[in-house]
């Protein structure tokens, strides 16, 4: 009878945790399929991402930042509103706009389509159109608060992740009180191949309380570039209009790197500025300006102006005639494969659909055989948030195996320009891999389909034999045990780029070839 109850109460607990368990894997289980229901696909990970297609789900983005998401179709905002100061308050995920559009939102306050991007987060292929402000929502007289109605970027109010082949552009311009960029307010991340056409305008003043703030500070693409903010093959077209204060075309204050980007305002205003400085570019640089070009018929206060003018910090002259012209832009090493494109008869370069699985783009590769090793050298363009490279061999060209890893050389996780790189490993130790490898392969193969308990721990034996064998012989190998050409002696090579995330993208599979 003991033994009864004791088995008893041993099953009694055991049904209690079992049941706790149960109940667990079905809040999760619940819980996914609410995020599920939100979206009209995905889970929301990296390989498959919510699938937005309606206001509502995008609305609900918000609820789940952390999340990834892709957008299936464009989305128009006609007739509603206004919203709060920004649809995605905070977004930590990545965002892939899949080439479509979102317009004509309504917002209020301290305004951005996001709030914050962070540094765990792109946003790629995302192109919004006409984000305005309601400015009277506090009264028709327009009286507002120092957080309202200021601080207009219809982006992004700051970024400290990537923003790539992104765009804004409206026939209304963007308009504020105090504080105006046509992109993004304050960047400490990376902005790459993206664009703002549309006219930035001020209000000329505005009363909160007998308290009179005149339009002041306004900049057409990006308002603060921070030390740790990267702009790169990235344009700004239409007029900044600014009531009074200094301004500039492209960024307010830039303390980090403007690169291979360009000015294209038909005009910067500032028509009383007390004497205030206007400049086409960047007004105040603390950072680093390289290669950046600025309108030639652009008129600072309606007057034409030359590059040799102090107004003209670190920009070069470029004619309106020749924006057109693919060649302009290819010059100064924008992509017209990847990312950039000309419609017919567009006067300037639009997005393609850009992959962010290509981080990297792969220039060269080339592997080899010389003085006992095998010699592997590759090239790419455009690190974004690179982690490594993963080198990997292959006896078939079909299953591969890393041999060995190199770690990115991108300062501040990105570099538009080529970085080159080498690998070198003995050949004994390539033939060693490849031969364990598939001795490992053959070992699962035999072992899985039904082996019985002694033939495996046969396999065991004889698969440790075999390893003690080649830890012995391998080493003495010479050059010529990775012959190249021959009947079955083949060997390729293929590079992993791996991104901060985990992300993979391969380069094209190459047979190594001898010296």
């Known amino acids: 009878m003991a033994e009864f109850w004791g088995s008893l109460h041993f099953n009694s607990l055991f049904m209690k945790r079992f049941i706790l368990f149960i109940g667990v894997i079905a809040m999760v289980l619940l819980d996914n399929g609410s995020f599920a229901q939100s979206f009209s696909g995905g889970n929301g990970t990296l390989g498959n991402p919510y699938q937005i297609t309606t206001k509502a789900e995008l609305l609900t983005v ?36 899949n080439g479509h559009q979102i317009s004509n939102l309504i917002l209020v306050g301290v305004v951005s389509f996001f709030g914050e991007i962070t540094n765990t987060s792109f946003v790629y292929n995302l192109h919004l159109r006409k984000v305005s402000y309601d400015v009277y929502t506090q009264g028709s007289s327009g009286f507002t608060t120092n957080t309202n109605n200021q601080y207009h970027a219809p982006f992004a109010q700051t970024n400290n992740g990537t923003i790539a082949s992104c765009s804004y552009q409206s026939s209304s311009a963007i308009e504020a009180y105090c504080y105006l960029s046509g992109f993004v307010r304050t960047n400490n991340g990376i902005i790459k191949n993206c664009y703002s056409n549309t006219d930035c305008s001020l209000y000329w003043a505005y009363n909160n309380s007998m308290n009179w703030f005149t339009g002041q500070y306004a900049t057409g693409f990006v308002f603060t570039n921070n030390a740790t903010g990267i702009i790169e093959n990235c344009y700004y077209a239409g007029t900044v209009n ?71 910090v670190e920009s070069k002259d ?26 017919s008869g567009a006067p300037l370069p639009t997005l393609r659909l850009y992959d962010m699985g290509l981080l990297s783009i792969f220039n060269t590769l080339n592997a080899h055989l010389y003085d006992n090793q095998l010699r592997i050298n590759w090239s790419v363009l455009n690190e974004i948030h690179c982690s490594h490279y993963d080198i990997e061999v292959s006896g078939d060209g079909k299953v591969f195996k890393k041999v060995g890893s190199v770690s990115s050389k991108s300062q501040a996780s990105a570099s538009s320009g080529m970085l080159d790189y080498d690998f070198a490993i003995p050949t004994g130790s390539l033939a060693l891999g490849i031969a364990l490898f598939a001795l490992a392969s053959l070992m699962l193969h035999n072992g899985g389909k039904g082996a019985r308990p002694h033939k495996t721990t046969k396999m065991i034996w004889i698969a440790g034999f075999i390893f003690l064998m080649l830890a012995i012989l391998v080493p003495s190998c010479r050059k010529n045990d990775v012959r190249i050409g021959e009947k079955n002696k083949q060997v390729f090579v293929r590079i992993a780029q791996v991104d901060k995330d985990g992300s993979v993208n391969y380069s094209k599979v190459v ?3 001898k010296e």
């Not at 905002?77 to 100061?85: A, D, K, L, R, V």
């Not at 206007?278 to 590059?307: C, H």
């Not at 470029?318 to 419609?343: H, K, P, R, S, Y």
Request: net charge negative.
């Open 62 to 97: 918000k609820d789940y930042s952390s999340k990834h998401y892709i957008l299936m179709n464009d989305i128009d905002f006609t007739g509603e509103g206004p919203y709060g100061s920004s649809i995605i308050p905070i977004f930590g995920g990545r965002f892939n706009g």
């Open 242 to 312: 600014s009531g009074r204060s200094s301004t500039a075309g492209f960024v307010y204050e830039n303390g980090g790197t403007i690169k291979n980007s360009f000015c294209l305002a038909t005009a910067v205003n500032s028509p009383d500025n007390g004497g205030q400085t206007i400049r086409r570019m960047v007004l105040s640089n603390s950072g680093t300006l390289t290669n950046n070009y600025a309108r030639a018929e652009m008129t600072l206060n309606g007057a034409a102006i030359s590059s040799s003018d102090a107004s003209s």
């Open 318 to 343: 470029i004619a309106g005639e020749v924006l057109n012209q693919q060649q302009t832009f290819t010059d100064q090493g924008w992509c017209f494969v990847t990312c950039w494109m000309f419609e």
């Open 511 to 513: 047979m190594v070839g």
